[in-house]
């Protein structure tokens, strides 16, 4: 970065190459564990899968995926940027929380709707219309993607609308340009940056979905290379066929996530919208308000679902011993996971935040942030536990470590992208003044960054501790009846079709989940007495 000297602030710069190469090591480590393991184990022919077929199933309804979520995404951003109503500040927030909403709440959202005993089978019955388990295949997959991808992408949009200039769209109002015209000259051009990388990561998250493709998959039908691990390693024990399968994982996502970092990044959460509200004409505002309120309904109701299915089963579960002793593992595991990752994001941010645009240094600095991405999370939670047998360790023993590792490293891509960019504007605006000063690292630290951080910080915070609350599957190959968090839980209670249970644990992640979201970020803004 020009005008920053390379020797200023030397701690900070070892200290985010060293974590930067803890992790890079660590990933080396657990990816050699993968390459030692299929040596010693060669397959079994237990579990006989179709290589090929899974590629195929796995993009087929990842491509879906990504198309109806990002069609979805921008129709909800047109709609919320047109219209003004009481209440569009909380609609926005809960946007905010899709990427990170426990997969299996809206798993059990769904099936409480289009479930055979759901709530549209019990308005058709009367008609002999019943619909049966409809939900179970390829369409409930695509459908709790969309769901998920669609509020995701739809949050990125807003900022990307918000942030076009205001003199643009003063301008293009007193050339008094139709909706038409205002969408293809003024709006689309704003959103198609960020299509690209958008698209990128949907697809990468619905290539390597493990919860919903567990749960609503149906079948072999529409199974999934981490599904597929999953299955070698629980049900069969076929170590060499999970090897082969993560082996063939990591080489697609890596083809897709390499081309994939060059893309724009998304539009940051934190800035200044424009404040300029154009209406449209009445017409199209009565068509804006329809599409809202049908997009709404398909992102509320599995939560509404959620919460109205679970709140009668809720005092059953919480007299079970074993859901506080699982509620009290995921607390314990999603907080220290959220500072540990917390904590790498800003080493890496501050480091990275000191390097000059382009420079190598600044690029592998960046490396261990597509962790997530490039190494999906059964493959990673394989490593460890391969990585454990071979040490002679207990996976039982080591499980709480590695659910806590695990959960920081995948957390760590969304943790980054919130807190690198607020770091490096606040360096690159104060940079000069702090030099001159001669201003320690620690007092920039508690006298500048952390006051003017509160923000950002909560939210990563958020973001990681809800991220690990509903983690499913680094859990799957560690789970077990003594030790078990919330979702494995949940998953355990669907698989023994206690369904009212399963429900109930559903509608606790998502108030906690919610709960989080609104509560940390507002907790570190009064602790830093950060200002918007």
């Known amino acids: 970065m020009a005008g920053i000297p390379s020797t200023w602030r030397p701690g900070r710069r070892y200290v985010g190459a060293s974590v930067a190469a803890i992790v890079a090591i660590l990933i080396a480590t657990l990816l050699f564990s993968l390459w030692i393991a299929g040596q010693r184990f060669p397959t079994t022919g237990s579990s006989r899968t179709d290589i090929w077929f899974l590629l195929v199933s796995s993009a087929r309804q990842a491509a879906l995926s990504t198309v109806l979520s990002i069609l979805a995404g921008m129709a909800l951003a047109w709609t919320l940027d047109r219209l003004r109503f009481t209440g569009r500040g909380v609609v926005i927030g809960l946007l905010s929380t899709a990427l990170v909403m426990p997969s299996l709440v809206v798993v059990s959202g769904l099936l409480s709707i289009w479930g055979r005993n759901g709530w549209v089978n019990f308005l058709l019955a009367p008609f002999g219309l019943e619909t049966g388990s409809s939900i179970f295949g390829l369409g409930g997959i695509i459908a709790a993607h969309v769901v998920l991808n669609g509020a995701f992408s739809a949050r990125i949009f807003i900022d990307r609308l918000a942030a076009i200039p205001a003199e643009k769209l003063k301008l293009g109002r007193s050339l008094g340009l ?46 999934t290379l981490e599904v597929a691990i999953y299955q070698a390693v629980r ?31 998304a539009a940051g959460l934190f800035g200044s919208p424009n404040h300029i509200h154009w209406p449209e004409r009445p017409w199209l505002r009565a068509i804006q308000q329809i599409v ?57 941010g501050m480091s990275r935040a000191l390097q000059e645009k382009g420079s190598l240094w600044r690029g592998l600095l960046g490396l261990p942030v597509f962790a997530y991405l490039a190494v999906p999370a059964v493959v990673l939670s394989l490593g460890f536990f391969l990585l454990a047998r071979q040490t002679g360790l207990a996976p039982s023993l080591v499980a709480p470590v590695v659910l806590v590792l695990a959960n920081a490293l995948l957390a760590l891509p969304f943790v980054f992208a919130t807190l690198a960019p607020p770091l490096e504007a606040l360096t690159l605006r104060h940079h000069r003044v702090i030099r001159a000063l001669g201003i320690t690292s620690f007092r920039q630290w508690s006298r500048i960054e952390w006051p003017l951080l509160g923000r950002p910080i909560g939210y990563a915070l958020a973001v990681a501790f809800v991220f690990s609350l509903g983690d499913l599957a680094v859990i799957s190959l560690f789970g077990t009846s003594e030790f078990s968090t919330l979702p494995w839980l949940m998953y355990r209670a669907l698989g023994a079709y206690r369904t009212n249970d399963a429900q109930a644990i559903a509608a606790i992640l998502l108030i906690v989940s919610i709960a989080a979201f609104i509560l940390i970020p507002k907790l570190f803004e009064k602790l830093t007495d950060a200002r918007n």
């Open 292 to 348: 809202l309120t049908v997009l709404l309904a398909g992102f509320l109701a599995p939560l509404i679902a959620v919460l109205g299915e679970g709140f009668y089963a809720i005092s059953n579960v919480l007299a079970q011993t074993v859901f506080w002793r699982a509620a009290i593992t995921s607390l314990v595991i999603g907080t220290l996971s959220a500072l540990l990752a917390v904590s790498l994001g800003l080493a890496l």
């Open 178 to 223: 139709g909706p038409l015209r205002r969408f293809t000259i003024i709006d689309f051009p704003a959103l198609a940056a960020s299509i690209p990388g958008i698209s990128a990561t949907i697809f990468l998250l619905c290539f390597t979905s493990f919860p919903i493709v567990l749960t609503l998959g149906g079948g072999p039908a529409n199974q």
């Open 235 to 265: 049900l069969d024990f076929d170590l060499g066929a999970a090897v082969n399968l993560a082996i063939v994982q990591l080489v697609v996502c890596a083809a897709i996530i390499i081309p994939a970092s060059t893309l724009s990044p």
